[in-house]
């Protein structure tokens, strides 16, 4: 069944901005948007003449109609009009939360982009003490991040990251400053740039800055969008990247009409373009420009062993493969300063041996030992690369500047933006299949997905997770995938396993039959509660509106 979102917003005369952006967001995304009008403007592209609050009774008359008949996976809110209006939601989401899941994206417009004021103090207060507790995820730029921290009659922090912390303190689950008002941002004008702050992940998300003097809508395409992929399933952090591509499309289509700022217009066929994947920063540094790298070679098939004397095995196996790994756990018989000693050995050893057969050794983890014991290719999962000091991130950039690769892992958007904003060599997906190596929380990504990684990625793309017969790697190797990881299936002897492994890849690689692309991926966090249910407030704290 499609799923339905509802846009709690206002109209647009001109057709710009408001519940019209919203429907092309949600139609871009594949999903039923019921629009419930809570304030009516007259506007245009050059002007905003006259705005009318919606009556408290007649916007709880649309809420309970649709209710009925149409309950809603996600909420979004734009122009409200009224703080009694707010009143009205809030109570109204603390009783359908009593009744199911429901996701609230809180896109608080508090001024047009003809630079008309859209709430007054009382609706700004509004917002924070009754919209802001209940919010899944807000959406201001950062003029509204500031005016919602100015209702604290505190002020505010100067800095982006550090507002958006503020605005999670007043209960919002999680924040996303749009930086396309904000003077800071501006100086980087070859970059778009959104401070994302959620419980998965916070960073800049960017994208080389769409230069159109059309964007009347941006701000309510995004949040509509980032509804849409809440109400399919994704997580915040993952919804927040598809409604950048998505209103960054937007912006590509954006229409002239009129004599003023004419509106973006969103369609789908966003999340197949991979020049829309935005890259995600590792910390609260402004990124400067946009950086990418020249695709190294394809691995192929890549074993994954966990010693030099597995390395040597499978690289006297005749023929071999292109790429290999090693992964050595912590041994608990050894002292710490014996196992340290242990595995430079193995890395110097299985380095040799690499060497001497033409062949690509990525060290797992150990990245300081590897690189001391002569390594010239790391591979780092997302928890690594994140609890890397300065220091040690100076010292990971010195070695690639020396020619070492770096293969990242991924296993969700956000993950796959923060790989891609590091220039990786490669970049691992999985789990493909389901895998007992390792407890993740994870859902398998399946061949779909993997189709559509390979498809986006500005890096080869490895296929990792679940690769237990030579079939699935055939599999894998049709969705358009660079290499895929093969660990228990070597087997004890890869002499004789690895001939069957390297068939089915090139079958794979020759077959004309290949995967097709969706048009968007499938999740692969499940969906935890972000919001209590109801929001700060005990229950009978509100009542609705007469």
Known sequence: ??????????????????????????????????????????????????????????????????????????????????????????????????????????????????????????????????????????????????????????????????????????????????????????????????????????????????????????????????????????????????????????????????RGIGPVIAHPGFATEPSLLPQLSLDERVPSNWITRRNGREPGVYAIVDSADRIEAVLGASPTVRTVQLRMKRSKTLSDASWRAQLAQDIARSQRAADAAGVTLFINDHWQTALAAGARALHLGQEDLLALTPLEHAQLRAARERGVQLGLSSHSLWELCRATGQQPDLIACGPVWPTTTKDMPWRPQGLENLAWWAHMAPAPVVAIGGILVPQQLQAVAETGAAGACVLRGLGDDPSHTLTAWLRAWEQGRSASKRWGLPTLPRPTLPVCEERPPMGNHPPGALTEMP
């Open 1 to 258: 069944m499609t799923p339905i979102i509802w846009s709690i917003a206002g109209t647009d005369s001109g057709g710009g901005a408001g519940l019209a952006a919203d429907q092309r967001a949600a139609d871009a995304l594949g999903v039923h948007c019921c629009t419930v009008v809570a304030g009516i403007t007259a506007q245009s592209t050059t002007e905003v003449t006259h705005i009318e609050a919606t009556p408290p009774a007649v916007l709880q008359a649309q809420l309970d109609t649709l209710a009925a008949d149409m309950p809603p996976r996600a909420i979004k809110t734009g122009l409200l009009g009224s703080a009694d209006n707010v009143h009205v939601l809030a109570a109204f989401i603390d009783r359908l939360r009593q009744q199911q899941p429901l996701a609230l994206v809180v896109d608080p417009v508090l001024r047009a982009s003809t630079g008309a004021a859209l709430a007054d103090a009382e609706l700004r207060a509004a917002y924070r003490d009754l919209l802001l507790p209940r919010a899944t995820v807000i959406t201001p730029n950062q003029a509204e991040a500031v005016a919602l921290l100015e209702a604290m009659e505190c002020g505010g922090p100067p800095d982006i990251p550090a507002q958006a912390r503020a605005l999670r303190a007043l209960g919002c689950a999680a924040v996303v400053i749009t930086g396309g008002d904000a003077a800071l941002l501006q100086r980087h004008d070859s970059l778009s740039l959104d401070w994302l702050d959620t419980p998965q992940a916070s960073g800049w998300l960017s994208l080389p800055r769409e230069h159109t003097p059309h964007n009347h809508g941006t701000g309510c395409t995004f949040a509509s969008a980032l509804a849409a992929a809440l109400a399919l399933g994704w997580v915040v952090a993952d919804a927040a990247v598809l409604a950048k591509m998505a209103a960054t499309f937007a912006l590509r289509h954006a229409r002239a009409v009129g």
